[in-house]
């Protein structure tokens, strides 16, 4: 049977029950890379002509980066940030498994919304910070593997 939890003290978010930090360096270094990456990522797609309707919608199902506009197209953005190249395209982390995830999520959005969104697409935006900033934007993604 699952755990019960026995009322008291609440825990503040990133917290154990003896008050110790759960955030690591390693952590908090890979959260603020992927912040600035989402950061450029809306700069990137509103010079796009894009217009940013949410940011970082979450839901107990998980959470989807970018929920833009592009004409009457609602765009869900899955954004891929790494520091260098070195590992590979950040858009290879865009797999089979995440895109159905998105589709769920998209879904879930769109049902909560009073305006209607003819047509819907996914895209994916790799970004690579170092040397200097790279964009792969893979606009309406088929992941075929």
Known sequence: MGRTRTPGRARAP???RTG???RTAKGLRKQALGS???DLAAAFLEDA???VLKRNFRCAR???DIIAR???TAVFVEV???RTAMLGSPLEAVTRTKLARIRTLA???LSGQDEFFPATRIDALGIIMEPRVQYFHCPNIQVDS
Do not use: F, P, Y
């Open 14 to 16: 990133g917290q154990t």
């Open 70 to 72: 592009d004409g009457d």
């Open 62 to 64: 998980g959470e989807l």
């Open 20 to 22: 110790k930090s759960t």
């Open 80 to 82: 891929k940030t790494r």
């Open 49 to 51: 002509g894009l217009v």
């Open 36 to 38: 600035r990456g989402e």
């Open 107 to 109: 879904g879930i959005w």
